[in-house]
């Protein structure tokens, strides 16, 4: 990275670094660029294209249909019920 772009940047993004930090963006982008360039010397001519580095499996449970609570056990904390609802106070007038 140029010190010119890193200009741009700083103006478009509102920054203001010190000169200190303005370095170290620089040698860090600088740094990215030759670790890309290192990657790009690699010969991938043979190697299989993949889109996930791992298999993917699906780990969940199958869907079964179950009623772990019966509707007397629910409403049992319930303050008051009638005909197996809820009472509740009214809140809409």
Known sequence: MEKET???L????????TQTEKDEVITFCNNREND????DAID???VER????????????EDVVSQPFTRE????????TDEG???????VE
Do not use: F
């Open 44 to 46: 991938t001519a043979n």
């Open 10 to 17: 700083e103006m478009l993004n509102q920054l203001s670094l």
């Open 85 to 91: 609802y809820w009472c509740v106070p009214r809140v």
């Open 73 to 80: 056990a629910l409403q049992a904390g319930a303050p008051e």
């Open 36 to 39: 890309l360039k290192t990657l």
């Open 6 to 8: 890193l200009r741009i």
């Open 50 to 61: 993949m889109v996930h580095v791992m298999p993917i499996m699906t780990v969940v449970r």
